[in-house]
């Protein structure tokens, strides 16, 4: 009889728990969940309606193939094209490897070394407005600086340097240099930190000099970083517009721009089909090197 008492409060028991509420822990988690989601869906609506929305509508305006063949057609479209690849070309690989060289400089501990690097730094922390405006306004054939100092010291009236377009140009990839090479070369900076010191030390003492530890060492360990960059700053240059937008504004007769502005010439003579087609064109530049990229870092 006693047994039967004994179990008649465990079976009480489990059937007054088998109908109860979950543990709390998991409600706890439910609502944290929830409140998450609530909190995200914010952020969502707002790429929904700034991003998705605009390049859906982008990519619906250049659905028509007559815009790309008056794309084709267009002789400036030829010509942003191959500005866009010698941008490329150039630009990205005199950066990368100024970047590189630069790198081994900053790394130094010497406190004057620490000072100028953040001198160094200040192109890349300004914004691009002021500062390429104000470099477009010492390029300035009439009263601006460079032109003034010419005249000073030879007695000579300057070059109008934004009136050539290979000058242009040419400026055009030094502003970009000059802009993002800070942020570059904080990049291999931290990946020469990286590198231990010990290699280094093993490597002085069996007698290696500096380019023997830079092919040996530096390299090896920093080639993998190095080709990941180049290939970020390729795709980020491709949607940079600032450097020749700012300084040239495509100029002299629309021989400077990049795919990248060429968008923006096209809204201006109110073609947005040319210039979302523009922007569809510059896919094939883009998409092989962000699969390149992606393929790298999986690894």
């Known amino acids: 009889m006693s047994t039967h008492l004994a179990s008649a409060p465990a079976t009480l028991t489990d059937s007054a728990t088998s109908g109860a509420a979950p543990p709390v822990g998991r409600r706890i988690e439910s609502s944290w969940d929830r409140w998450g989601l609530i909190m995200v869906l914010p952020y969502l609506l707002v790429f929904a309606v700034f991003v998705l929305y605009p390049v859906g509508y982008g990519l619906w305006l250049a659905r028509h193939p007559q815009s790309y063949v008056k794309l084709f057609e267009d002789p400036i479209f030829f010509r942003s094209t191959v500005n866009t690849v010698i941008f490329l070309i150039v630009a990205i690989n ?76 040419s400026f055009s990839m030094l502003m970009h240099i000059w802009k993002s090479l800070p942020f570059w070369t904080l990049i291999l900076v931290a990946g020469r930190l990286a590198i231990p010191a010990e290699q280094y030390e093993a490597a002085a003492v069996d007698g290696a000099s500096r380019w023997q530890k830079f092919v040996y060492i530096t390299w090896p360990s920093m080639r993998s970083l190095f080709l990941t960059s180049t290939i970020l700053s390729m795709i980020w240059t491709l949607g940079d517009f600032n450097s020749v937008y700012l300084l040239t504004g495509g100029g002299p007769a629309d021989l400077t721009h990049v795919l990248a502005t060429l968008g923006i010439r096209y809204l201006r003579l109110d073609q947005v089909d040319l210039s979302m087609a523009s922007i569809v064109v510059a896919l094939p530049l883009v998409l092989p090197l962000v699969w390149f990229m992606m393929k790298r870092l999986s690894k």
């Open 94 to 169: 005199l950066k990368m490897v100024v970047a590189l060289v630069l790198s081994g400089f900053f790394i130094q501990s010497r406190w004057w070394i620490k000072a100028l690097s953040a001198l160094f730094i200040l192109p890349w922390a300004l914004p691009s407005i002021p500062t390429i405006l104000s470099v477009r306004f010492m390029l300035n054939p009439e009263w601006g600086v460079i032109n003034s100092l010419i005249f000073r010291l030879t007695g000579l009236d300057g070059p109008n340097w934004l009136n050539d377009p290979t000058l242009a140009l």
